[in-house]
């Protein structure tokens, strides 16, 4: 529309001089991990690159961990043989380098923030979660590896403290889930400190208020007394301990309380992910991408296999985008990438790409809900070939100029198989 | 097709993730807003008509839609409040203080014009802010704007009468035209055939200024606006109506919609607005309008909210159906025309849906001529390094940055972006007694950059954002399109 009263004619140079500020590399679509390592990646190649995304990405619903594979003890090993076994598997596709240069590229931006993450993918790790369970994982912040599962072991009584005000947080039923696992946990719940605060403690609340020097050395002081009276050498808290200065925070609690500080992760909304989260934003910025939020792409259309154009909603009309290149990092099932159709069929919900699934409703699911295999639907994602480039029904590489990444890609149950995160930053990473 | 979904599905999208309520800049400062989530989709399950509502708290939503930005499944969380508070003020109906605040065109009116000095006097005097604070329940310490001796209608009426006495000798037609004007058709071709006319006459050395002037619209019919088949949309621009550069030989017209602010406290910003669009041959039109409503729709006015929608959709119908767009400087008032007023209020004919589709934030026009290769690039190099803010309202366009993108074309200018959500203040939130505490808090990581990026000057595009940063940080603010007009080197009457 906007064209037909831009009649006049410009000169060629003059189009490309305009244009060459608004034109992009790489305009990547999703702002979960995947999008976002993918972002920092190309940036770092020197691209210039537009992130796009309806909203804040699953990482805000997830642990702040990064997970590379459930396996006993070696994930890298793992992933090697996993890949031997399932060549489709996206972890099959890229390679073990891709997964290295991803981590690295997490860890950095991290550490840039002051806030390391702490492990490799050699070792499995185990850290408790909300009910009390020990989760295997591989990557963890600072802030949560004080309650490794060796770690708790090998110490004297742990204390698991919360306050009533938070909602979702149980310290009674970590602790008993915690030993029955045999571990010598205890709980308790702390009063929250007096601050202009009365209600509604959400964990973002208390991460602000726990910024707060007198807010925290209020905290630490009661922890202080419980480790006097029980002799604790660990306190478990929720991960709500800071924002931007977790790390900060948890020293200070430690310093004061005397007893090593671990974070717990709690449900939605996920203060350790959104540190993750920050952080690549952070970097991708500071690398150059612009990063643009609310935006639903809702189409995009091409030729000879080459997408040229999407168009993302906005307020009364469309807004069009152009790029050389594109990274499809919309998430799966959960992430709202791939949603079911009222007839029954699903759809990559961006571009329209063809879903590779079971393809009867009636196998989405099996019998048994902890069924050790898993439901086959939740395997379901775009179909790939070797540099993830879109396959259709047939087989046929739809666009090459596009990529998938992260948990939309099918052949692979990031939750189930435990390595959400690390097919994340794997795939965001490679190389087109 | 993946659009989000409509606001009476959006409901059912939350998965009560709380990500908004986490982003929210109301909720983090403050307890009496619980958060979006809880006040938006999940109170919105107790509100049926007839019954009494269930929770105030929703009125402390300052309507930013940080929550619509970041929701990763789209549920119309700010649209869902603002309906919630309109339900309050239905039952309940419009506090004193909020009816006046709300009428924004009002108040410009009574304050601007020759009475501004003493309206500008008295307003700051201690007592009445003290009288204004406890008794209508204004802030004090709120910051208001000045009202202007002239207003920017009056500016452009004088530049007519200027500009047609320029002209005068080979324009008859446009006399004609001016008689007719109230009546705004569109019978084009008699139309183009009177511009062209002026065009010739302008050329002959009557400069290219352009003139502001309603009655170059209108051509010598009579058919009122209402009376035509209404057009589908959207429509397609008639392509010899559109030529946008300064050296063709006839400006493609544009409608400028300058709200409230621009009127009667900061007709500067209409001034470099008409300034750097002239700059690029468009004829710039300044038909009669009203409030955008935003400030009704936001104090749960929606009965006066949908009179100025329609109201202005009726003045500005004709020019619409002719493809003409209509572009505006404050990017709240452009948003409500494009999507908050329809979607909120619930109209959807036509009509609104074609003022809708052809409504642009300024900038957002801009920078489709610049991707287009239309904009000029005869700037003049600023040495400068000016923070901006994206006011939460532009933000809502979901539009990226648009004045980012246009003024780094402009060599030398280095743009610091604010990371902060919302300045706080949210039209006529802030100045409220209860919010003003919230709303100066809420505006603290800003406040923050503006003061340590060191600048004596930051841009923003949005009216109360400015004053609000003004009153805050001491620091000085303006449009981006003054900076873009000081870059084009265009010399606009300044006050």
Known sequence: MFRCFLAGRPTKNRAKIAQKNMEYD??????????????????????????????????????????????????????????????????????????HGGLKLLQSACSKMGYPLVGSPTQTLRLPTALGALRPTSLVPLTMVAGEARQLAAGGPLLIAGFRALRDFFPPLIAANLRTQGFPATSCYLTMPNSERQRDFTPMNLAHLFERPAFRENVAQQLRAHVRQGGYTRIGLPAVLGLHHAVTVVQALQQTSNALIFEIPTPPTSIPGMRLAHALEQAARQAGVHIQLGSWVVRGSGSQKRLETIYSAAAAREQRHHAQHWVLATGGILGGGIRREPQGALRETALGLPVHSPSQANEWFHPHLFAPGGHPIFQAGIATDQHLRPLDAAGQIMYTNVMIVGSALAHCDPLREGCREGIAVATGYKES | ??????????????????????????????????????????????????????????DYCSGCRVCNEVCPTGVPIAQLNARARAQIVAERGVPLRNWLIARTDMIGRLSAGPQAPLVNFVLRLAPTRWLAHYILGIHRHAPLPLARRHTFRAWVA??????????????????????????GTENREQRTENREQGTENREQGTEKSVLSSP??????????????????????????????????????????????ATQAYEPHVGQAALAVLEHHGYEVLVPPQNCCGLPLISNGDFVAARRAHLTNVRHLLAYVRQGIPVVGTSTSCTLTLKEEAPEILGLHSADVQLLAAHTYDLFEFLRLLAEAGQLRRD????????????????????????????????PGLQLS????????????????????????????????FIRQSGSDLALCDSETCR????????VATKHPIELLAEAYNLSYYQS
Request: charged share 15%; net charge positive.
């Open chain 1, 26 to 99: 790489t305009i990547v679509i999703g702002a979960g991990l995947a999008g976002l390592t993918a972002a920092n990646a190309r940036a770092a190649r020197g691209e210039r690159v537009l992130l796009l995304a309806k909203g804040h990405g699953a990482c805000q619903w997830a642990s702040g961990c990064v997970d590379l594979l459930d396996a006993p003890e070696h994930p890298l090993a793992a992933i090697a043989q996993l890949a031997a076994k399932h060549p489709l598997h996206p972890y099959a596709r890229v390679g073990p380098a891709a997964l």
């Open chain 2, 1 to 58: 097709m993946n659009h989000p979904p409509p606001l009476n599905q959006g409901l059912d999208q939350c998965i009560k993730c709380n990500i908004c309520t986490s982003a929210c800049p109301v909720a983090a400062v403050s307890d009496r807003f619980p958060g979006p989530k809880y006040v938006g989709p999940q109170a919105q399950r107790f509100r049926r008509e007839g019954q009494p509502v269930p929770d105030d708290s929703v």
């Open chain 2, 158 to 183: 004088e530049r007519r009468v200027q500009g047609t006495g320029n002209r005068e000798q080979g324009t008859g037609n446009r006399e004609q035209g001016t008689e007719n004007r109230e009546q």
């Open chain 2, 215 to 260: 009655s170059r619209l209108t051509p010598p019919t009579s058919t009122p606006p209402t009376s035509t088949p209404p057009t589908s949309t959207p429509p397609t621009f008639s392509p010899h109506a559109s030529s946008p550069h300064a050296s063709s030989p006839h400006a493609s017209p544009i409608v400028y919609f300058h709200g409230c």
């Open chain 2, 379 to 410: 700037f003049r190099p600023m040495a400068r390094q000016l923070p901006y803010h994206i006011p939460c309202q532009y933000r809502a366009h979901r539009i990226g940055q648009p004045v980012v993108d246009v003024l780094s074309l402009i």
């Open chain 2, 417 to 448: 972006l604010s990371p902060a959500a919302c300045c706080g203040i949210a039209g006529t939130y802030g100045i409220k007694r209860e919010k003003y505490a919230i709303a100066m808090a809420v505006g603290q990581p800003l406040f923050n």
């Open chain 2, 467 to 474: 004053w609000q940063i003004s009153h805050a940080t001491g």
